[in-house]
């Protein structure tokens, strides 16, 4: 469902207004939306008209009759419009066609290394998506995409930069093609960002202060303060994988630094220890297999990960103060081993007015919390007060 706490500020036109109002699900009467925007009876009935033209509002059960005629009621629709929202990970991208509502229709997901480039990636969205739209058979449904990427991403223009792990798409415009090639506004976020709103909308909706903190093949934390992301100045904040963890000056991490919290909890570092150990596994699937299948060395493995882990989050604990820190990824799926780890430093290690009602979860969302939050970005872009005027525009020009 549409996330409450990011609906607009009324403001605009009274089309604007009116459907802002209506955006909360509950059903109102001509009449109540005249008291609720004083304006007058018949501009809102006028309104009221050009909303449910444009398919942004359906009519809805009559309201109890005090005598005369029962009036009729009105409320939102989401079902005739939707949006695309794209998770773009290390080793794989998934793609979900969703309506204004947020309920996921259709999706489809392939092994796919974001290091074959961007053209190569970015094609396979765009041909996927098509081909989850012409299924979908909905003329004109299609208002907006959203992206989530695997690395840095300046917020402004939803370009990557200098994603370590993503060859080939430091500055390319993801957005202008696929803006180019799907004929709607395409919004753009770094992939960890887009989980902490997905797991926040779907599964936290009273919770305003969340950390979501996602161990793969790197590890990054979604910040939500406040019921909003907070990206930082340039756009990194949450960027906890490389912390310096004293003790691992002589661990060497992919950023060109020594030490950092990636280097030594990672899905790769914890891969590298339990080769050395005899356990034959190479990426962060293979430990999350590993500890499905009872094997003692990565739970250890996993779990002294979290430890660690925890003492960088005991950090942000006191900084940020989250109601709710939510581990997700691969090997933070796998059990709840990484979680005990984690849970044992910060509640050690942090004061007790800070972890009295402090919860340390394992991801609800799993695999498609990307996906969701991908798609709430584009949705609230679809359903803003500037989309929805270019939407009731359409309509009454093409009446």
């Not at 957005?175 to 992939?191: C, H």
């Not at 902490?196 to 909308?201: I, K, L, Q, S, T």
Request: aromatic share 4%; proline share 5%.
């Amino acid at each position: 469902m549409i996330d409450p706490h990011g609906q607009e500020t009324l403001s605009g036109s009274a089309q604007s207004e009116i459907f802002q109002i209506l955006r909360d699900g509950k059903s109102r009467t001509r009449a109540e939306l005249a008291t609720l925007t004083g304006l007058a009876r018949s501009t809102v009935a006028a309104r009221v008209d050009s909303l449910l033209r444009a398919g942004l509002i359906r009519s809805v059960t009559h309201a109890v009759s005090t005598g005369g005629r029962p009036s009729r009621q009105f409320a939102f629709d989401g079902t005739r419009q939707g949006v695309l929202g794209v998770d773009i990970g290390a080793t794989h991208t998934h793609i979900g066609l969703s309506d204004l509502r947020g309920q996921l229709l259709l999706d489809t997901q392939v092994s796919l290394a974001v290091a074959e480039g961007p053209e190569t990636v970015l094609n396979w969205v765009i041909e996927e998506g098509q081909r989850l739209l012409k299924q979908h058979g909905m003329p004109d449904f299609l208002h907006a995409v959203g992206v989530g990427l695997p690395g840095p991403v300046e917020h402004s223009t939803g370009r990557p930069v200098d994603p370590p792990i993503m060859p080939g798409w430091d500055r390319f415009d993801v957005p202008g093609m696929l803006t180019a090639a799907f004929e709607v506004p395409t919004l753009v976020d770094n992939d960890v960002n887009v989980m902490a709103v997905g797991e926040r909308n779907d599964h936290w909706p009273d919770v305003d202060d969340l950390l979501f903190v996602k161990v793969s093949t790197g590890i990054g934390a979604g910040v939500i303060t406040g019921g909003k992301v907070h990206r930082g100045a340039q756009g990194i904040a949450g960027d906890i994988g490389h912390v310096y963890i004293p003790g691992s000056d002589d661990i060497p991490c992919r950023c060109g630094s020594t030490g950092c919290l990636e280097a030594v909890a990672a899905g790769p570092a914890i891969a590298a220890k339990l080769r050395a150990a005899g356990v034959e596994v190479e990426s962060s699937k293979d430990v999350a297999a590993a500890i499905n299948q009872g094997n003692i060395d990565a739970v250890r493995a996993v779990r002294e990960a979290g430890r660690v882990l925890g003492h960088v989050l005991t950090t942000c604990v006191s900084l940020i103060n989250p109601a709710v820190i939510v581990l997700g990824g691969p090997i933070a799926n796998a059990g709840d081993h990484l979680v005990a780890g984690v849970r044992e430093t910060i509640y050690t290690r942090s004061t007790p007015i800070a972890t009295g009602s402090l919860q340390i979860v394992r991801s609800r969302g799993g695999d498609n919390a990307a996906v969701s939050g991908a798609s709430s970005m584009a949705i609230q872009h679809a359903l803003s007060v500037e989309s929805v005027e270019a939407i009731v525009r359409r309509e009454l020009a093409s009446a």
